[in-house]
């Protein structure tokens, strides 16, 4: 298994790009971590999620849609979201679904995405995903494990 941090250089659709954030407006920290397993890729999100950062996570997200295997998102060391992340989670799900491809699996949430999930009145089975029995099933727990 390998682990790495995907790297996003600024892409056309990027919020300064868009002009929906000032370019001095200080970005919060949003970092994606790749666990590639064999039969699943673990996608740890660290920092905040929100306007300014969730372009980084549907990038990752189309990138590992396409490399037809389930995605677990490890959602624990998420300190900030906004509706805005709910809405590209829930996409993404959808847009598997939709194309019958291999669906994202929910690690963990912390405290802030499931209050934001409550908020919203959504449940992780409503976004279309599992939790840590899946995992155990594909051998990619001993990867989270050795990553945190």
Known sequence: MTLRSLPFPPAAGDPVSAGQVAPDELLPVCRLDLIAAPHVNVLTVTGTVDRRTVHRLQAALRRLADLLRPTV????????????????????????????????????????????????????????????????????????????
């Open 73 to 148: 998102l490890n959602l624990q060391p998420v300190t900030g979201i906004d509706e805005t992340a709910l809405r590209a989670l829930l996409d993404a799900a959808a847009e598997r679904h939709r194309d019958e491809q291999p669906p994202i699996l929910l690690r963990s949430a912390s405290e802030p995405v499931r209050a934001v999930l409550a908020t919203a009145g959504v449940s992780a089975a409503g976004l279309g995903l599992e939790v840590d029995r899946d995992l155990a099933l594909l051998g990619a727990d001993r990867g989270l494990r050795s990553a945190g």
